[in-house]
């Protein structure tokens, strides 16, 4: 019996789940597919990549386990802003969480790269205040 593959030959036996570098580069990649007026509007946002909340994430937002959740904004949205920043207020970021991530992959037909990128996107749209149609937008104009 013989399967049709993606792969050649025995060019799966290497492959291993991406590790938390991996994330980094191909979040980075998909920040940089995003449109350039989406990207404009990010300034400073920060990206970063954990394998699973913390505990304090995990109380707050009450989840049953930690695959619950994808990823996460945190800081101050442009919609809860003030005229003028407060003094010794942390740089807004998007924590990605692997594990999770990975987690869902496995069970969806997305590629991993729609994956990421749609948490992303939905994460960096709170800091804007987007509507899940204006996110949606973006991804495709990134897809």
Known sequence: ????????????APM??????DFEVMADEAFKALPASFL???????I??????????IETMELETPFDILGLFHGQGLTEAG????????????WLYRRPILDYWAE????LGAVLTHVLVHEIGHHFGLSDAD???IEAVAG
């Open 135 to 137: 996110m949606e937008k």
């Open 16 to 21: 291993t789940a991406p590790t938390l570098e």
């Open 1 to 12: 019996m013989s399967a049709t593959s993606r792969f050649p030959a025995g060019s799966w």
């Open 108 to 111: 969806n037909v997305e590629t």
């Open 48 to 57: 970063r990549i954990e394998d699973f909340p913390d505990e304090e994430v």
């Open 40 to 46: 404009k509007m990010c300034g400073d946002v920060i």
């Open 83 to 94: 005229a003028v920043p407060d003094t010794g207020q942390a740089p807004n970021m998007v």
